[in-house]
């Protein structure tokens, strides 16, 4: 069985251009669906696969997102004595534990691979897993968890895949397929955003990783790949060849790419209606508008 995966590297230094004028004092992870900051998504779903070390890859202007873990004290004490049980209880759930959680800083921008690189020392000789919070994914068993127990069986390296359309292969790491065994899917190359028309296969990473610490010794040799960036992808692919080997892995639940508008958008309407508070005025709402655009159509 292979080591057990406790600790997890949250890139969050970039900064989120296509949510301005918002991120000009908001970093991109704070941003609500419903009423909790993308980032926290993040975190339950790691708490929920068992990870117990929380390690921030941040940069310059993402003060707010190290205050947000800080503990509340004065704010419990309201709630306490209003009453406010409930609210207490999901404030409390937030809190994170001192030494839990470490932050790292990004100096340059110089890729997710560069990311995950800068916080090598804080990893040593043990798997880890990366989790991108731009992509939230809804799932009744979480998606990490999901592939922490399917890492049980291969071990090596593990990443998220998703199928897309022919017109958006170009926009993701896409998996070459040596063997297809469902939701697991051996790998035999990976490339990062190859041009339209020369993706190997429909397969693409989505952003949750299971990797070897390896990883880190090809991150040191890999020079910039796709867009001028040390890719994450182009280290995880040499470990098809020089190391222990890559799956791809089917997970079940969908994922919205809160990193453009329009998935944000949608994640948040998706988050709404699945919440039994929001739920039958948010859907009376939708109903009543598509409606009338159909009426005036
Ligand atoms: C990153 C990765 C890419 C992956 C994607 C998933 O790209 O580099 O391999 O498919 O996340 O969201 P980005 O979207 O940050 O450009």
């Known amino acids: 069985m292979p080591k057990k995966v406790t600790k997890a590297i949250f890139p969050v230094a970039g900064m989120g251009t296509r949510f301005l004028p918002a991120t000009k004092s908001v970093p991109k992870e704070i941003m609500t669906l419903v009423d909790r900051p993308l980032v926290q998504y993040a975190i339950d779903e790691a708490r929920a696969a068992g990870i117990k070390e929380f390690i921030f890859v941040t940069s310059r202007g993402k003060g707010a997102l190290e205050d947000y873990f ?14 406010k049980d409930e609210l207490l209880a999901t404030l409390k759930s937030t809190n994170m534990d001192s030494g839990d959680i470490a932050y790292i800083r990004q100096h340059r921008a110089l890729g997710l691979g560069h990311a995950v690189w800068c916080a090598r020392r804080l990893i040593h000789n043990e798997p880890f897993a990366v989790i991108l919070p731009d992509d939230v994914i809804a799932a009744e068993k979480p998606c990490l968890q999901q592939m922490v127990e399917a890492y049980e069986e291969t071990g090596g390296n593990m990443v998220a895949a998703m199928e897309v359309p022919d017109e958006q292969t170009s926009s993701y790491g896409m998996l070459d397929i040596a063997e297809d065994m469902g939701s697991k899917v051996k790998i035999k190359g990976m490339v990062e955003k190859p041009p339209a028309g020369q993706s190997p296969s429909n397969l693409a990473v989505i952003g949750r990783y299971i990797l ?13 790949g796709a867009g001028g960036e040390i890719q994450l992808t ?14 791809g892995y089917r997970f079940r639940g969908q994922r919205f ?22 739920r039958d005025d948010l859907e009376g709402y939708l109903t009543q508008l598509m409606a009338s655009r159909k009426a005036a159509e």
Request: hydrophobic share 35%.
């Open 257 to 278: 790419d809160c990193g453009s508008k329009s998935g944000f958008l949608q994640a948040t309407v998706a988050f709404g209606l699945s919440r039994p508070d929001l």
């Open 212 to 224: 070897s610490a390896n990883v880190f010794g090809h991150l040191n040799r890999i020079k910039s």
């Open 234 to 247: 182009d280290a995880i692919a040499r470990e098809i060849s020089d190391g222990e080997g890559v799956y």
């Open 70 to 83: 800080d503990h509340a004290p004065q704010l419990e004490q309201e709630l306490r004595k209003k009453g």
